[in-house]
DNA sequence: TTGTAGGCGTTATCAT
DNA sequence: ATGATAACGCCTACAA
């Protein structure tokens, strides 16, 4: 009825604990009659170790190191917080230490600094929030020479040296975000991809998600949409934007592809324009209560916490479980409207 | 450096291990020299016991029933068996025995009987799909004489004996439905709700999807939308569909209120009935096909895998660990179209 | 009232 | 090559 251990396996086939568990482990050092007698036992029962005791044993306390970008700097980071306090409530009382590292993301040398720093910690794995290309390249070469296992969240990059990542199809993601403008604006109306903030020709995410909304519209042909881009940089928004509507362009539907929609829609609100369907990503304060007021449609959720919570897990149960650490983890894209956005917020 | 332990605070106090386990679970028989000595060193330090070791020597092997419809009869359970297989795979080696049971969902009988059954097995823990509410009632009164806790899943039902539920918010389930619908539909044009198959007078996730969807529309008056009700038994479906799409009701939209929504999406391609926007439940592999066909707009996803999943974690970890029960655990609704439909079916 | 001893299942070490 | 033993941290039983 109850588990079958080690212990009962060596009485089972009359040897010892030790030989039993060098014959499961393949330690060698065994003969063939001993390892006979043991593999006939282990073939009739079903033998499963008992993972507490196993990682009991194990008293090694592991430290985990996450790096993303300061909150304060980009309000899109928030939640990260929360899903490594979760983290931190549920692993530190298997011995595991949790520990975050922020940079600043307009600043590629502060996320060099902070990685520097954590090399020199030496943690057992690095959750990474890769922004820049190159310096992660090099960074993460680092951290494997030195035996640190790194995973990546939310920005996902092609890199040989770990593949472990978690976050989203930004493709899909676009592709998505087309569909719904689709859904609510007319035929032969101008649509309009806008690029907020970031610089776009770094930025592999806004490429991506810019890519797949194309690609829905340019398989829709029939519907005969406009589909044109705009990079606009936080200074001097306002006159941007008052060209982009003001002017007879015909723009029935906005697609923001940041967590900067909200910067849209309090434009659309200040001067009063209607009709225009916005979409942008991510559930901000100030995303929120424009998607309440209507003026924004549709918010895409990146789920930031439970991306990190979910890479911090996949380390956690590799070191005290030995489970193997997914490769690649794309989150299902929710769709928020004003209606279920609370069921998105109240867990 | 490393997390203190029993040994340590003893070695602290200048007391022994079974001296500071009185003191820290207060069981008594310890004098106030003693409990001062130790209570002084507990508040020095940040003592978390460590919950493997705890459960290792807690050797009790613990058995979860699972009593669900058979998917036989209704495939919306069809993903449950995943979601109970997942978990069997992640907890029987912490010696936990999760075992279902099927009940036919049309018979009451057969839902008693196997609840019956059930309770002569006695396990620590049952987690239900309460679909009847009187039987229901009497049963979970007889589990928790018996000293097993039951938990639900799905449909939520006021009951006193236990509150622990995991499910969606319907009435909210509803009105995602009706604002969905709203988006596509004209002004002025007939809304049909239909329930199919179940018995509505029986069943309150209906009646409650059916308050929540015609409660959005009641908000929403400006638009002036008829909403209407219908009962349709399986049998005879095909007569009753006639009557209501081909008389001159001009029905715009159709909310079908479970997961029979492709029969309904099968007789609109059958008779090539166009323009019609239809919205239902669940991820069927028929349903997925009408999603993909665009003659179903939206589902909605009850996420009956994640539920079992969710509720068996929580039995579990109760046991193991001793995390509280959370009273009402109400996952997202998630909005799923064609395009990111896919993003929710590969994890 | 207090301390000690032993065991949960696994693994590492040390004799044999 | 093999078996005995101890240890991980917690808890329980028993002895003092």
Redo the contacts between chains.
């Keep these: 009825?109850?588990?079958p251990t080690i212990k009962d396996i060596a009485k089972l086939a009359g040897v010892s604990k030790g030989t039993v568990d060098r014959v499961i482990h393949k330690r060698g050092k065994v003969s063939k009659k001993a390892f006979e007698k043991v593999n006939t036992v282990l073939n009739e029962i079903n033998y499963?170790?008992?993972?507490?005791?196993r990682?009991?044993k194990n008293?090694k306390?592991y430290h985990i190191c996450v790096v993303l970008p300061d909150f304060k700097e980009d309000l899109f980071w928030f939640p990260c917080n929360e899903g490594i306090t979760e983290a931190v409530n549920e692993f530190?009382?298997?011995?595991v230490f949790i520990e975050p590292f922020f940079f600043n993301p307009t600043d590629i040398q502060s996320f060099i600094a902070v990685n520097k720093k954590v090399l020199k910690i030496a943690p057992d794995a690095v959750l990474l929030a890769p922004l820049f290309y190159k310096e992660t390249l090099q960074i993460v070469e680092k951290y494997v020479d030195n035996n640190i296992i790194v995973s990546k969240f939310n920005n996902q990059l092609e890199i040989d040296a770990t593949k472990n990542f978690v976050g989203?199809?930004l493709f899909?993601s676009g592709?998505?975000a087309a569909?719904?403008l689709h859904?609510?604006i007319d035929k032969n109306s101008t649509v309009a991809i806008v690029h907020i903030d970031e610089d776009f020709n770094n930025s592999i995410p806004m490429q991506e998600k810019e890519k797949g909304f194309r690609n829905?519209f340019d398989q829709n042909k029939k519907t005969n949409h406009t589909i044109e881009t705009f990079n606009f940089h936080q200074n001097n928004l306002t006159n941007k934007l008052d060209n982009l509507f003001k002017t007879s362009k015909n723009v029935s539907g906005v697609f923001v592809t940041t967590s900067k929609v909200y910067k849209i829609a309090a434009y659309l609100k200040k001067n009063k324009i209607e009709g225009i369907k916005v979409i942008g990503y991510d559930l901000l304060n100030e995303n929120i209560k424009h998607l309440n007021d209507h003026i924004i449609d549709f918010l895409i959720h990146q789920n930031p916490k439970k991306q990190v919570y979910l890479g911090l897990t996949y380390l956690v149960e590799y070191f005290l479980f030995g489970k193997e650490i997914p490769e690649k983890?794309?989150?299902?894209?929710?769709?928020i409207?004003?209606?279920?956005l609370?069921?998105?917020t109240?867990?």
Tied chains: 1, 2.
């Design positions: 009825m109850k588990t499963t170790p008992n993972l507490l005791a990682s009991l008293t306390k530190t009382s298997f011995g989203q199809d899909k592709r998505i569909s719904l859904m609510l829905y983890s794309l989150l299902p894209i929710d769709i409207t004003s209606e279920n609370e069921t998105y109240v867990v």
